[in-house]
């Protein structure tokens, strides 16, 4: 992708109205559009950021045995009053709308319901569970605060995944198998370090739900940290029996603020009995389908990793999610014959013949622009082709995390950016 053909810019200042620094940062940056509080557009640079979490997630829930599907946006009131769930007193976040005939329909915050419904005429018999099924899908909640850009949306991307299984012994491993897979997302989107299992209340179908929170300033939550024992808890639990029973010592938690980046629930038969998702076991005995949900935030997650590694020159991107992997600037005379631009030319088409994502800054402005606009899109190389450059027969090489450049050659910068 050439910078001169990208049909978004960069700017100096953020909308007045702003006050997350994520959302300023990223507008900045015109990775996103502001549209309303709470509803934010992602533009080409954002959306591959965006999918490149989601990728992330969609491999490691393939990896445990998510079956991918897609569920509706628009929902029907009748299986959200079996589960006592339409009524905005039991959930008040829902947006509702109606037909032409005046019938009500909501837009999904959440998709228990409905994939309870679909998943229904398949199941009969033991033979047909365990499994578990998951989406990356908007969400709609009328959200009263929506002052952390990003982080929380009135719509957003959530990946829910959702497991059913014969016996609680069954439901466990599966639980613990999806946990662990979030463990690994994490890990593989730059945040392991910061990001802690923190036990949360479990409703009434488990002792505990797991919340996954990344340690942020920028976090709505406060949790209490152990740190060498890599868990925490959130204020729900945050009492003597629990600290006990979790062999936590008060004295050693940090008090942090964090934000919840995934939460994970058992759920019992709490959906699968009201809308009569039952089996028959080997016994032939009929039994309530044993479920759980397992939820993820990628748009929230792009803000959290924003406010995590961003720094006052710009947007950070680790490796695994950024938008494109270098920044090449060509600088100086930037006619098509000029020499140096044919050296960048050639640079820009093998890195990209190689598979590595250039974001080809090709523009006739000032060096000193260039180099901002790199810093601000937070993309894990600059490499730099000048005069100097190319009189060296070399390259400039900077990683966005380190001030100093280093000059190399071509053999060495292929294997620099594809490692
Ligand atoms: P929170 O406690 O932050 O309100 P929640 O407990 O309601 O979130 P879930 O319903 O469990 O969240 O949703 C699963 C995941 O979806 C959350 O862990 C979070 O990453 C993401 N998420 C929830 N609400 C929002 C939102 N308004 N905007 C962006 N992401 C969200
Ligand atoms: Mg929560």
Same mark, same amino acid.
């Given at each position: 992708m050439k910078v001169s053909e990208l049909f978004t810019k960069t700017s100096k200042t953020a909308p007045a $109205? /702003?006050?997350?620094k994520n959302a300023q940062l990223l507008i900045r940056a015109g990775f %996103?559009? !502001? /549209?309303?509080?709470g509803v934010y557009t992602f533009l080409p640079l954002g959306l591959r950021v965006l999918e490149n979490i989601c990728t992330i997630i969609r491999e490691e829930m393939d990896a445990v045995g998510g079956q991918e599907l897609k569920l509706t946006t628009l929902q029907d009131p009748e299986i959200w009053k079996k589960t006592g769930r339409w009524d905005d007193e039991a959930v008040d976040v829902w947006f509702k709308t109606k037909l032409k005939n005046e019938s009500e329909l909501g837009l999904g915050p959440t998709h228990e319901e409905p994939l309870v419904r679909a998943v229904q005429p398949f199941v @009969? +018999?033991?033979? =047909?569970?365990p499994f578990l099924a998951y989406q990356i899908q908007t969400k709609f909640r009328n959200e009263? #605060?929506? !002052? +952390?850009g990003v982080m929380r949306g009135r719509e957003f991307l959530m990946k829910d995944m959702y497991s059913f299984a014969r016996t609680q012994q069954e439901h466990d491993e599966l639980y613990e198998k999806i946990k662990q897979a979030y463990f690994r997302i994490f890990e593989r989107l730059g945040i392991g370090e910061q990001t802690f299992l923190t036990f949360a209340s479990g409703g009434m179908f488990s002792q505990y739900s797991h919340e996954f929170q990344t340690i942020t300033e920028a976090g709505e939550d406060t949790i209490y940290v152990d740190r060498a024992k890599k868990i925490a808890v959130n /204020? /729900?639990?945050?009492n003597d029996e629990v600290l006990a029973e979790l062999g936590l010592d008060r004295n050693t938690l940090e008090t942090v603020r964090a934000a919840e980046v995934g939460n994970i629930f058992t759920l019992k038969d709490k959906f699968s009995k009201p809308l009569d998702l039952v089996f028959t076991d080997e016994g032939g005995k009929e039994q309530a389908v044993l479920m759980g949900c397992y939820g993820v935030g990628p748009s929230r997650l792009v803000g959290v990793i924003t406010e995590l590694l961003a720094d006052e020159k710009g947007l950070v991107w680790p490796e695994a999610i950024a938008p494109f992997t270098v920044y090449l600037a060509v600088l100086g *005379?930037? +006619? $098509? @014959? @000029?020499h140096v631009r044919k050296v960048a030319d050639e640079l820009y088409s093998e890195l990209t013949s190689n598979g590595v994502g250039v974001l080809y =800054? $090709? #523009? *006739? %402005? #000032?060096p000193g622009e260039k180099f901002a606009d790199a810093d601000l899109t937070g993309i894990p190389y600059r490499i730099v082709v000048s005069d100097k450059t190319v009189a060296a027969s070399s390259y400039e090489v900077k990683k966005r995390t380190e001030a100093q450049p280093e000059l190399m050659n071509k053999d060495q910068v292929l294997k620099m950016v594809q490692s």
């Amino acid at each position: 992708m050439k910078v001169s053909e990208l049909f978004t810019k960069t700017s100096k200042t953020a909308p007045a $109205d /702003e006050v997350a620094k994520n959302a300023q940062l990223l507008i900045r940056a015109g990775f %996103v559009h !502001k /549209e309303m509080a709470g509803v934010y557009t992602f533009l080409p640079l954002g959306l591959r950021v965006l999918e490149n979490i989601c990728t992330i997630i969609r491999e490691e829930m393939d990896a445990v045995g998510g079956q991918e599907l897609k569920l509706t946006t628009l929902q029907d009131p009748e299986i959200w009053k079996k589960t006592g769930r339409w009524d905005d007193e039991a959930v008040d976040v829902w947006f509702k709308t109606k037909l032409k005939n005046e019938s009500e329909l909501g837009l999904g915050p959440t998709h228990e319901e409905p994939l309870v419904r679909a998943v229904q005429p398949f199941v @009969n +018999s033991y033979k =047909d569970l365990p499994f578990l099924a998951y989406q990356i899908q908007t969400k709609f909640r009328n959200e009263t #605060r929506a !002052k +952390s850009g990003v982080m929380r949306g009135r719509e957003f991307l959530m990946k829910d995944m959702y497991s059913f299984a014969r016996t609680q012994q069954e439901h466990d491993e599966l639980y613990e198998k999806i946990k662990q897979a979030y463990f690994r997302i994490f890990e593989r989107l730059g945040i392991g370090e910061q990001t802690f299992l923190t036990f949360a209340s479990g409703g009434m179908f488990s002792q505990y739900s797991h919340e996954f929170q990344t340690i942020t300033e920028a976090g709505e939550d406060t949790i209490y940290v152990d740190r060498a024992k890599k868990i925490a808890v959130n /204020e /729900e639990v945050y009492n003597d029996e629990v600290l006990a029973e979790l062999g936590l010592d008060r004295n050693t938690l940090e008090t942090v603020r964090a934000a919840e980046v995934g939460n994970i629930f058992t759920l019992k038969d709490k959906f699968s009995k009201p809308l009569d998702l039952v089996f028959t076991d080997e016994g032939g005995k009929e039994q309530a389908v044993l479920m759980g949900c397992y939820g993820v935030g990628p748009s929230r997650l792009v803000g959290v990793i924003t406010e995590l590694l961003a720094d006052e020159k710009g947007l950070v991107w680790p490796e695994a999610i950024a938008p494109f992997t270098v920044y090449l600037a060509v600088l100086g *005379d930037n +006619s $098509d @014959n @000029n020499h140096v631009r044919k050296v960048a030319d050639e640079l820009y088409s093998e890195l990209t013949s190689n598979g590595v994502g250039v974001l080809y =800054d $090709d #523009r *006739d %402005v #000032r060096p000193g622009e260039k180099f901002a606009d790199a810093d601000l899109t937070g993309i894990p190389y600059r490499i730099v082709v000048s005069d100097k450059t190319v009189a060296a027969s070399s390259y400039e090489v900077k990683k966005r995390t380190e001030a100093q450049p280093e000059l190399m050659n071509k053999d060495q910068v292929l294997k620099m950016v594809q490692s």
